[in-house]
């Protein structure tokens, strides 16, 4: 499935490309304009699709895990939100005539930087705190509260910021996996693998969560550093992917539970598999919509995914009256 | 108790309790116990006591606030506990997380492991509802799941707590005899709390008894019940002595001393004979034991009135 929408993925395009020529590209036989466009854009755009599919959904699913709660997502630590205020300081506050922002905005790699930077920041407080509370939903709190305190700072950036700074960041926010280049796909992708190798780790304490946390103790799960695990490994996958493609929505709230919904269990040696196919075929498929198949335009990423998610997580909690936990 | 048995688990000067900035909570102090291979030992006391916290103390959920805890690892020690589960699990899938302690990080089962499965959930009797979901049984096959996915740890200590709460007359029995025959059949130390009198009364080898002096009294059933520690222990709490209701008649005692939420779905009306007799080890016994224990405590109740 993963595959088929990956070919789908890359074949369609602003620019249509007739059907044989794209086979012959495929096989690595073809060459121009076609071959360009397949291998210096459409490729890393949906290579970059699957990878940030898959990890937003790990990250969505390792913490509904971890907080026994299945409103949890990785907006829910704060994670994106401390992505979001360093890349609008950094974008927004360009205006505001401080020399060494302005050098630094002006070098390419600096959003990147400041995404990373500010989902680790965020992590660390994070796990300080992590050590400090006991339970999981007072740190789901701590969480939102961060992310509620981040974007009212990016409120008020934005508010006294100029018109084109406010653009530039707006789209940012929209998300887009569209601007990947190789080098980039390769950083993407270490940070994304050694995230999912953090996952793997957890599987066992993962499903231990699932009894509750004195259960998981009394299974030889050594709670607090299978928590921090944990965080570490949401926050390689969150702040990689936010980095690279802003912040989209949905993806990892909502995988998990339509994943769920067709595996039938909570046993994660089968679901965090089943959950990385899943993020990864969800985001190619909204990149396929989003490109609007048939036309020259383009939507915003973020608003497909949210558009078409919404619906859905709508019509399972209807459905199901209540979603399974953890 | 014979000197040279070796105990699986033993407290030396131990203090439980909680702490929290400001204040320190302790709930029993100094407390010497030990656990034998062989023996059901049913912990007992009024509710809000700390059954549930020095249960989680000796299973090393919790640590001591003094003294210290020996035989603690979850090699060691397998618990069952009030935790609800609502895991989208299934029976088989749940009892399976008691091989975790001995699992890589990968959790794939040896057919060793799926062995000690089966017969675990063969030892109380839930094989036919391997392949159902957890949300779809009923209390009482809830606390046998649970109590198989202890066995599969495959500890010599069993700690319960409170496995019987909330559950009619006859899970209530099949639960404490099927405990009573894994100490006796398989060797473990198994350590049930409750407050079910009866019961534990009949089932158990030894009871710990939980006083308000913040100690715990143990001892052989009979000989507490000789001692008149019971009703020392109990007395402020009307406490629910369930064979003492085949006195219905008395109706005044009745109401004073059962709060309608311990009373159980089913049995109401039997006489307290007939509610011992079928499970007790020892009709001669229980019939000796018995009036005793009622009529010292109607005996109680009737001069408060």
């Given at each position: 499935?993963?595959?088929?929408?990956?070919?789908?993925?890359?074949?369609?395009?602003?620019?249509?490309?007739?059907?044989?020529?794209?086979?012959?590209?495929?096989?690595?036989?073809?060459?121009?304009?076609?071959?360009?466009?397949?291998?210096?854009?459409?490729?890393?755009?949906?290579?970059?699709?699957?990878?940030?599919?898959?990890?937003?959904?790990?990250?969505?699913?390792?913490?509904q895990t971890m907080f026994r709660n299945p409103l949890a997502g990785p907006d829910v630590l704060g994670l994106s939100s401390g992505s979001s205020l360093l890349v609008s300081i950094l974008i927004l506050?360009?205006?505001?005539?401080?020399?060494?922002?302005?050098?630094?905005?002006?070098?390419?790699?600096?959003?990147?930087?400041?995404?990373?930077?500010?989902?680790?920041?965020?992590?660390?407080?994070?796990?300080?705190?992590?050590?400090?509370?006991?339970?999981?939903?007072?740190?789901?709190?701590?969480?939102?509260?961060?992310?509620?305190?981040?974007?009212?700072?990016?409120?008020?950036?934005?508010?006294?910021?100029?018109?084109?700074?406010?653009?530039?960041?707006?789209?940012?926010?929209?998300?887009?996996?569209?601007?990947?280049?190789?080098?980039?796909?390769?950083?993407?992708?270490?940070?994304?693998?050694?995230?999912?190798?953090?996952?793997?780790?957890?599987?066992?304490?993962?499903?231990?969560?699932?009894?509750?946390?004195?259960?998981?103790?009394?299974?030889?799960?050594?709670?607090?550093?299978s928590r921090i695990i944990i965080v570490i490994g949401t926050s390689l996958l969150v702040g990689g992917v936010t980095a690279f493609c802003g912040p989209i929505a949905f993806v990892g709230l909502a995988v998990p539970h339509l994943v769920r919904l067709i595996v039938k269990t909570n046993n994660h040696k089968v679901l965090l598999f089943s959950v990385m196919a899943g993020g990864a075929s969800l985001l190619l498929m909204c990149d396929i919509i989003s490109q609007l198949p048939g036309s020259a335009k383009i939507l915003p990423l973020n608003a497909v995914t949210s558009l078409v998610g919404a619906p859905v997580v709508i019509w399972l909690v209807i459905r199901q009256r209540k979603i399974t936990r953890g | 108790m014979e000197e040279n048995k070796p105990f699986l688990v033993q407290t030396n000067h131990l203090s439980v309790g909680y702490t929290n900035r400001t204040s320190t909570n302790i709930l029993f102090e100094n407390l010497n116990l030990s656990l034998e291979k062989g023996k059901l030992v049913c912990f007992m006391g009024p509710n809000g006591i700390g059954k549930s916290t020095l249960i989680r103390t000796l299973s090393g959920l919790q640590s001591p606030l003094r003294g210290s805890v020996s035989g603690v690892s979850v090699k060691n020690i397998s618990v069952v506990l009030t935790d609800r589960v609502e895991a989208n699990l299934s029976v088989f899938e749940f009892v399976s997380f008691g091989r975790y302690p001995y699992l890589p990080w990968h959790i794939q089962l040896t057919d060793e492991d799926f062995a000690t499965i089966k017969q675990c959930m063969e030892q109380v009797r839930i094989s036919d509802l391997r392949d159902r979901k957890l949300y779809e049984l009923s209390d009482g096959q809830i606390q046998m799941t649970a109590i198989a996915r202890?066995?599969?740890?495959?500890?010599?200590?069993?700690?319960?707590?409170?496995?019987?709460?909330?559950?009619?007359?006859?899970?209530?029995?099949?639960?404490?005899?099927?405990?009573?025959?894994?100490?006796?059949?398989?060797?473990?130390?198994?350590?049930?709390?409750?407050?079910?009198?009866d019961l534990a009364l009949q089932t158990s080898d030894w009871i710990w008894?939980?006083?308000?002096?913040?100690?715990?009294?143990?001892?052989?059933?009979?000989?507490?019940?000789?001692?008149?520690?019971?009703?020392?222990?109990?007395?402020?709490?009307?406490?629910?002595?369930?064979?003492?209701?085949?006195?219905?008649?008395?109706?005044k005692i009745n109401r004073l001393s059962y709060r309608a939420k311990e009373l159980p779905t089913s049995g109401r009306r039997m006489h307290w004979k007939e509610m011992v007799t079928p499970f007790s080890r020892d009709r001669k016994s229980t019939l000796k034991f018995y009036p005793k224990i009622i009529h010292g405590f109607f005996l109680k109740e009737l001069r408060k009135l």
């Amino acid at each position: 499935m993963v595959i088929s929408l990956f070919l789908v993925d890359v074949s369609m395009g602003s620019v249509s490309i007739p059907f044989i020529d794209f086979i012959q590209i495929m096989l690595g036989k073809g060459t121009g304009v076609y071959h360009d466009i397949i291998w210096k854009f459409r490729m890393p755009k949906a290579l970059t699709c699957a990878l940030a599919g898959s990890a937003l959904a790990t990250g969505g699913l390792m913490m509904q895990t971890m907080f026994r709660n299945p409103l949890a997502g990785p907006d829910v630590l704060g994670l994106s939100s401390g992505s979001s205020l360093l890349v609008s300081i950094l974008i927004l506050a360009n205006g505001t005539g401080i020399a060494i922002i302005q050098q630094f905005a002006s070098h390419p790699w600096s959003v990147a930087l400041a995404a990373s930077l500010g989902a680790s920041m965020v992590f660390m407080v994070i796990i300080l705190i992590a050590q400090r509370v006991r339970d999981n939903t007072a740190l789901l709190i701590i969480g939102l509260m961060i992310g509620a305190g981040t974007s009212s700072i990016v409120s008020v950036l934005q508010f006294t910021s100029q018109a084109n700074d406010l653009q530039l960041f707006l789209i940012w926010t929209l998300g887009s996996v569209g601007s990947a280049s190789w080098l980039e796909i390769q950083i993407l992708s270490l940070v994304v693998f050694s995230g999912l190798a953090f996952s793997l780790v957890s599987i066992k304490p993962l499903n231990a969560f699932l009894l509750g946390d004195s259960y998981a103790k009394s299974i030889g799960v050594n709670v607090k550093r299978s928590r921090i695990i944990i965080v570490i490994g949401t926050s390689l996958l969150v702040g990689g992917v936010t980095a690279f493609c802003g912040p989209i929505a949905f993806v990892g709230l909502a995988v998990p539970h339509l994943v769920r919904l067709i595996v039938k269990t909570n046993n994660h040696k089968v679901l965090l598999f089943s959950v990385m196919a899943g993020g990864a075929s969800l985001l190619l498929m909204c990149d396929i919509i989003s490109q609007l198949p048939g036309s020259a335009k383009i939507l915003p990423l973020n608003a497909v995914t949210s558009l078409v998610g919404a619906p859905v997580v709508i019509w399972l909690v209807i459905r199901q009256r209540k979603i399974t936990r953890g | 108790m014979e000197e040279n048995k070796p105990f699986l688990v033993q407290t030396n000067h131990l203090s439980v309790g909680y702490t929290n900035r400001t204040s320190t909570n302790i709930l029993f102090e100094n407390l010497n116990l030990s656990l034998e291979k062989g023996k059901l030992v049913c912990f007992m006391g009024p509710n809000g006591i700390g059954k549930s916290t020095l249960i989680r103390t000796l299973s090393g959920l919790q640590s001591p606030l003094r003294g210290s805890v020996s035989g603690v690892s979850v090699k060691n020690i397998s618990v069952v506990l009030t935790d609800r589960v609502e895991a989208n699990l299934s029976v088989f899938e749940f009892v399976s997380f008691g091989r975790y302690p001995y699992l890589p990080w990968h959790i794939q089962l040896t057919d060793e492991d799926f062995a000690t499965i089966k017969q675990c959930m063969e030892q109380v009797r839930i094989s036919d509802l391997r392949d159902r979901k957890l949300y779809e049984l009923s209390d009482g096959q809830i606390q046998m799941t649970a109590i198989a996915r202890a066995l599969a740890q495959s500890t010599p200590v069993l700690l319960l707590d409170e496995p019987t709460a909330h559950l009619d007359l006859n899970n209530r029995v099949e639960i404490m005899n099927l405990l009573r025959r894994l100490a006796h059949d398989s060797g473990k130390a198994i350590l049930v709390s409750t407050h079910e009198l009866d019961l534990a009364l009949q089932t158990s080898d030894w009871i710990w008894l939980a006083t308000r002096k913040k100690t715990i009294l143990t001892g052989m059933p009979e000989d507490l019940v000789l001692e008149g520690a019971f009703d020392e222990t109990f007395q402020f709490k009307g406490f629910d002595l369930k064979p003492g209701r085949s006195f219905t008649r008395q109706r005044k005692i009745n109401r004073l001393s059962y709060r309608a939420k311990e009373l159980p779905t089913s049995g109401r009306r039997m006489h307290w004979k007939e509610m011992v007799t079928p499970f007790s080890r020892d009709r001669k016994s229980t019939l000796k034991f018995y009036p005793k224990i009622i009529h010292g405590f109607f005996l109680k109740e009737l001069r408060k009135l």
